[in-house]
């Protein structure tokens, strides 16, 4: 049996954890063993619905009174316990920070080797991971010496496929057993922000800015274009080091992953810091003087020339389309 | 407040990374090597705790010999001492790391260290395992909390905060505690001259750790797929606008 | 994207400044079809321009650096690019504080301006400056920075607007096509260039082109440490880039300059860390650019702490952070020099490398003239990259040499310091017996030759102070009275002097006469036997060279030219040599050793050893024969440079030893000496008023004045004659003279003894500019032991050049009397050369 970990928040499942869903299915496939999965969450909409259209035969939905909010160490513990009775021969969930986390501590918990943001895998004793590092820039193949192994499906590592013939998911409450200690660590509080403009990680347009943009006055001309298009503005970790941007506005491997339709990326030279924070762009538009910024190579399309000549003419003539 | 760092020494790469002969590691020749951004908000973040509430900083890290540089770097911005797990330079998986580090923190707190908080990187710069500061924390019973990009510590307790996309969970803990920590949590700071030459009178404890059996273990490093696609160039400075304009189009985000 | 051609006239690889600077200057010379390529992006394409700290300081020991650093300056400020800050030199030991006078002698000599300040005076220009540290500065207001990318960016596009450049970024050279010794294509990534000429003008990465093509760029990469400190308080309220004078604090070998908020520190004072040019990473697997390699700290703390003792208002500020900091990539020659010319591998492949900042668009435009006409206005001889011989190419001396010189940019380097490393490499046949005599050995062009030998200290005692023993250490450094001894015992016997460095080259062919007679002021249209000196000019009428000529038969000569020359000079010969191949030259440096034997004795040595008649009659001066010498077949070359009766001897290599042992042995009984070049090259030649290319002779001046003119000129035409007779036409701006100093004791009561380089004054202590500008300095300076002078060379101009005129040399910062003693050539020792004529 594979067992698959669900997390949802307000919306219940995430592209990315149907991502995954569709990495253990395919898993589970080749081995020949049923998918289950686990949820801990309480208004899961219709979980079980969405999950057998992804080929989940049983579903552990996890209950506790205390259960109320996320409670790494008492997930964790419950999602131990629950691995101890069904006896899974391996675990995934999405390579999100939740999914990482909880994994993570049931290796702890466990002593099992976890393996993070996984690509691929390949069958075999042991069983061996192809595995992101450098947010993806390089790969590793690495063994998994022990039952069962855990591991973490990257984002993108495959495309959402439902199944065609789909079974009843059957549901079953699994029903942990936690101490007032397992809670020392939750939330005690959430705090709503509601982001001014267009939030970066959903935006269908985005602006981003580096090196070349100069100065904080510089990213002006940037905004004025997100402006016009309904785009988010970001910056590479130069402009943010340099305080031109805040640290929430930046694109890059310690920063926010983006998947926009089309990122603009004005002044900023590609190194491998950025370039993972924004390869999952569908089209990526690189506006900059080095004729041979390695970002070039990584882009679709490219304009040669300063970004503060070729924005300033390039909203003028949106603003003349526009009106 | 006595506050433990663990850093890992990781190279600095341009925009490609090659591969060293035989594929168990980058090709670091020609680098440089530094901290991860996570870890350099964890060192900063310690440094700026002791400065408030008193204390010292201690900054581990486990490497190669070599990885004294990063413990200096550490130690330049405001560190009090370090402590070195000297391996041979290959790769320790995430549970043989945590084993290691755990022994050291022991072995460190026999000798009457204290330690208050214990900061690390939400997941290091180059394997990106996620999950060292959880082990060490589960090994040694401490509550932890991983992500946190805001900390208002105070003498015994800690609020943290991790940013999810709908804005922020709030956590509380008691002390002892770990947290993993990202960048955006400070500003880090540069080293001053005098910092600098100061890193270098300050003390190192070195040692030879144990090794556990490995459990992820590293088979080979390979470069994924190049994406390859050369752009297609849509011109030279102003003259490229009307080409722009028509992809802008093409793509639906300027309307026809 | 390829705009590449397939034809080009000329490609230039390397689009830092010196590319951009050679294309500009090219372009402006009216050459067309110009390609420059780069294999990086524009305007930065990631070489050593990229990181360069931008300071320009005028003043250099050598006079053709500081021209053309001159030359740069002023077309920095062409192009608006420079902004002036001033500069000081801070002396924090008495070392370098009396190298401060030094520098202010090559000020005067080069027509620059700078002064000794003190410590006062420094703190009211550089309010930061820890004085308290320091004895003095050496004040350069002309001293500033420049923008070099934006300098390379306009040269580029003016050569662009010309209509005569295409430019190709991001194209990477893959091979060079040699045929038939000449180049004739340029492989690229992005398809082929046929073309004529190629410029390589890469920095660190020229030795890889060149190799390409067969040839030798001789340079290592190699790394200068440079960090930047900010944000600095007292910057705050600054605009611009600068507005502090810029540091050198000679005794750290250190650097500190302001750049807008921070404050830019670079290092000559750590270990040299050299690279191979194929170890330079990509411009992609780079984090910062190829030539900006990771910061090595610990290779920099000294210096921190230093840089923060000398500056501590600015730097000892906790918020004053490491901005940035690198271990940068500059070019390294093994003797320092940039290394320009066409290579004498292949023809048509030229090289503009190692050339920094202050002296790109100098060398650029040395470059473009030198493709242009063959001349560029400003002497090439330093920068010649000719002047590397064969084992100078190699890898290993380069390694060695650089490493040696990286630690000398900001040290101070005596006149006659030697290189300790890389030594032994060329060795004469009589090298073990010099070394069993005590020779101390110089090294000229890789050769080992003995300047004095230990073994002759013995007449210290017999000259006494004739011999002029020198109490100052700077002075005696690199030098002995033996050398004087050596002068004076050879006057008075015979002694023997090792000069297998010449260079030596055949020509033979029916076209023999007209090929010399074309490239040489003197009539060579001689008997054979006859030896002649002569002049070679350029076409300005300016001295490429001075060399002795002996015509062998009819149709061959035999060329003997100085050692340091033979590169340079085989080029020219070789370049010159007719197409129809009537003439071909031999290149014999390596096959012939020689010795000179002079001195009243030495025909009765000579006479011993042969049987062919050495008598005057029939052996009579500059005239060459065949002789025997025992078994050793010996060509015999009736001259000299010494002013005694005698010859050059020159013999197969393999014989040489044969050679030097039937002659020492023969001479024992007349009182024989080795004696080494420090009689022959200075105190002998000094005496008899002969000039030494390098020294007295170079482009910046003709016959006329160095008094080499002959009564007749030639009806022959030959390369420079037109200006040669437009100079005998007119007065001359200066003449060369021989000076005696009257009274050289220090104010501290010290006798001291001027090296060469030191400026000639007026009484009044104004320096001498003659009316082309060029300033009075002293040339060649050195011992008189048999005039009991000390004598220097210096040009003057006529109102000056009169024997009596009293004028002063400034040494250290002292001005001592001098008279001169001889305007033109004519010897002060022995005046008509009855000594010669034996």
Redesign the interface.
Known sequence: MILAFIEGERNPISPLCLQALTFARELAAGQGMPLEAVAFEREAGDLPGVLQRHGVSRIHRVEHPRLDDYAPEAWAKALAQLMDRARPQFVLAAATDRGNEILARVAAVKNLPMAANCIGWAPGSPPVVVRQRWGGSLLEEAALHAVPPLLTVAPHAVEVREIETQMEASLETFSPVLEEKDFRVRVVAREETHPEGVSLRTASVVVGGGRGVGSADGFRVLEELASLLGAAVGGSRVATNNGWRTHAQQIGLTGNRIAPDLYIACGISG?IQHYVGCKGSKNILVIN??????FFRRATHGVVGDLHEVLPALIEEIRRIKT | MNVLVCVKRVP???????LAAGDQAI?T?????TIGPHEECAVEEAVRLIEKLGGSATVLTLGPADAE?QL?DSMAVGADRGILLETEGDDWDPAQTAAAIVAAIRAAERQGSRFDLFLFGNESADAGGFQVGIRVAQALDLPCITGVKRLEAQANKVLARREIATGWEVYEVGLPALLTVREGLNSP?????????AA?KKPIERSRPERDPVGLELLRLRLPPDRGTSAE?LGEGKAAVPRVIEVLKELGVLQA | ?SGLPSHARVVIIGAGIVGNCVAYHLARLSWKDLVLIDK?????PGGSTGHASNFIYPVDHSKIMTQITRDSLRQYQELGVFRESGGLELARTPENFQELHRRVASAKCWGESGEVVSPERVKSLMPFVNTRLIRGAFWVPTVGVVDSLRAGTLMRESAQQMGALTLS??TEVQGIVVTGGRVRAVRTSRGEIQTEYVVIACGIWSPRLARMAGAAIPLSPAVHQMIS?GPIKAFEKTTGEIGYPIIRDMTTMMYERQNGGEMEIGSYAHRPILMEPD?I????????SPTE???T?EDF?PQ??Q??ELLPDL?????????YAINGLLSLTPDGGPIAGETPEVKGLWSAAAVWIKEAPGVGRMVAEWMTTGEPELDPNEVDVARFQPYARTRRHVRARTSEIYNRTYGIVHPREQWTSSRNHRLSPFHSREKDLGAVFFELAGWERPHWYESNSRLLEHYGDRVQPRPNEWDARWWSPIINAEHLAMRDRVGMVDLSAFAIFDIRGPGVLEYIQKLTVGQMDVPPGKAVYTPLLNRAGGFKSDLTITRMTEHSYRIVTGGSQGGIDGRWFRDNLPADRSVELHDLTSALCTVGLWGPKARLVLQSVTQDDVSSEAFPYASAKQIDVGSVPVWALRISYVGELGWELYAPMEQGAELWDLLWTAGQEHGLLPVGIGVYATTARLEKGYRLYGHELDTEYNPVEADLARPNVKAQEFIGKEAYLKARAEAPAAILCTLVVENNVSSSGERRYMLGHEPILTTAGEPITDHKGRRSYVTSAGSGPSLGKYLLMAYLPPEYARVGTQLKVEYFGEHYPVTVAVAGSTPLFDSTNERMKG
């Open positions: 190194a003087q080095d004729r041979e910024a390695p | 600095d790469p341009g925009a490609r990374i090659e090709e020749r020609k680098l440089g090597f540089e200096r700071r540069h080293p001053s001259f005098r910092s600098l030459m270098r160039m | 994207m990086g992006p524009l305007p930065n970024a991001n400190v170890d990473p990509s411009i992609e697997t780079s984090k910062l390699l990771p910061f700290k703390e921190m702490a840089a923060l730097l000892d500020d906790e918020n004053a952070g490491i901005q």
